[in-house]
């Protein structure tokens, strides 16, 4: 997998990916993939404080995930921030996990024990019916694309709100040809990550992750140390 085009952006362009808050499976230790779950109360608080920090980040459009967990967080974000309304790209939706969707990871190493073994060396390209790297190299290249079309429109500030799966690929196809899971970054609910890019020349570009699963609490910015961790995947 090739880095993104970004040496095909006009100018510095910010680009924003927060996971959706905390959901009632989060809260609850499911594994959701593409199932369906509302934010919990802490959830519409994440979303609230979060989108408050962004009021002054200069953001003029707002993606998200089409999933409820990720509309919901962009629609509470977006309000709070005073941003235009969220638009859905069904490309930034969180992956297929296939056989353990919407299962506690109890249950998956009770009824499933050969397959989530698999899965703790491989993560989910071993889990059957899930969504395989192609297709997720694939989905992230559209979203890149998408987002230096509208970066050359002149938005230069960008959020997408997405999910913890999904936005691993999204890190790891900034740093060039990488075709594995592991190692994984943290995700946590409403982390933002930032990436800040613009081109060299007609082959090159410049970026470089300045913001790394950060977390407003209180008006403040809060950092988690990066780390491997399943469970906050979705």
């Known amino acids: ?6 040496y095909r ?5 910010n680009f924003y990916f927060v996971r959706h808050g905390n959901s009632v499976a989060n809260s609850a230790g499911v594994y ?3 199932s369906n779950s509302k934010l919990s109360e802490l959830g519409h608080e994440q979303a609230r404080r979060t989108g408050a ?4 980040q200069g953001v003029t459009r707002v993606l998200s995930s089409p999933l409820d967990r990720a509309a919901e967080t962009a629609r509470i974000m977006s309000a709070q921030a005073g941003l235009c309304e969220p638009e859905a790209l069904e490309e930034l939706i969180e992956i297929d996990i296939g056989l353990f969707s919407n299962l506690p990871p109890a249950e998956i190493k009770e009824r499933f024990p050969d397959d989530w073994e698999r899965f703790q060396r491989h993560s989910w390209e071993a889990v059957p019916r899930a969504e395989r790297i192609t297709s997720l ?3 992230v290249r559209a979203v890149w694309d998408r987002l230096i079309e509208e970066a050359n429109s002149g938005h230069e500030a960008i959020l997408c709100v997405s999910h913890g799966g999904f936005m691993q690929w999204i890190l790891k196809s900034t740093f060039g040809a990488i075709d594995h899971w592991l190692p994984l970054v943290r995700i946590s ?3 933002v990550f930032r990436y800040r890019a613009h081109a060299v020349d007609e082959r090159n570009a410049y970026g470089i992750w300045d913001m790394i699963n950060h977390q407003v609490t ?8 990066i780390a491997g961790d399943r469970s906050r995947l979705g």
């Open 137 to 139: 190299r694939q989905r």
């Open 1 to 6: 997998m090739s880095k993104p085009p970004f």
């Open 32 to 34: 959701q993939g593409r």
């Open 218 to 225: 209180n008006g403040s910015r809060e950092t988690t140390p």
């Open 9 to 13: 952006l006009t100018k510095q362009a």
């Open 189 to 191: 609910n409403c982390g």
């Open 53 to 56: 920090w962004f009021r002054d």
